[in-house]
């Protein structure tokens, strides 16, 4: 039972590795696709945030039963934040913007974006509590919660390694016990983070919505996998108020003007 977390690391580790080298032959054609441009004016490709996702559901998959809401966390917030990468529009950003669009009678991927996420944290929530005797107040509450944790994820995807170190330092906490709730679905995103930080943090990609959406929802899984009604509340609280907050203040300017947060989000950059 303990050894499950540690396959799962390494099956996702694996496996978003090899992909990140293979990506390379990836058709033409497609990589155009998701080819962008970083904020030092840099070309990138996007092609990690699929990498992420689909290494994160498989090492959840190798890591043993109960593996069904780790698939659906992963491949559901990427493939709602895929959406948004390939046919997004850039004249709304930010929940404000895409509920503002709402009310004008603008439908944007961002806000179609916004109901799947709730859609696939509902889900994985359903089937982490299918088998418990928890109430369905709390099963909606860690359905908001795993929504807003992959939200909130992509607010921080704007330097390189940044997502994924914070994705690493929420997963990290959750591996022990090794056994215990939560570990199996923390190790397949620390895996899948292992396996994409390098390119990233060399600037040659990125993880986009697609990757940030999914790892944000493996974590907020693996959170939500631990706690009952009072965890998940204090989890969506603090997603949902970073989330607000964000809409005012900004997160690169606060961890830029912050000597020891300044450190960690620029270890490991050439």
Known sequence: MRRRPLVGALVAAAAAGGAMLARRHVPAHVQARWDRTNHAGRAVTLLEGPVYAVAAAAGAAAAGAPCAAGIVASLG???FGALDDLAGDASSKGLKGHLGALTRG????GAIKIVGLAATGLAASVLTDRDTDRRLLTTLI??????GSANLANLFDLRPGR???VVSLGAVPLLLPLGGHGAATAAAA???AA?????DLRGESMLGDTGANAAGAMVGLALVERTGLRGRLVLLALTAGLTVLSEKVS???VIEGNPVLRQIDSWGRP
């Open 77 to 79: 917030g990427g493939a």
């Open 106 to 109: 603008e439908v944007t991927t």
């Open 142 to 147: 860690g359905g908001a919660a795993i929504a």
């Open 163 to 165: 997502t994924l170190k």
């Open 190 to 192: 620390l895996g899948a």
């Open 195 to 199: 396996g994409t930080l390098p390119s």
């Open 251 to 253: 997160f690169s300017k």
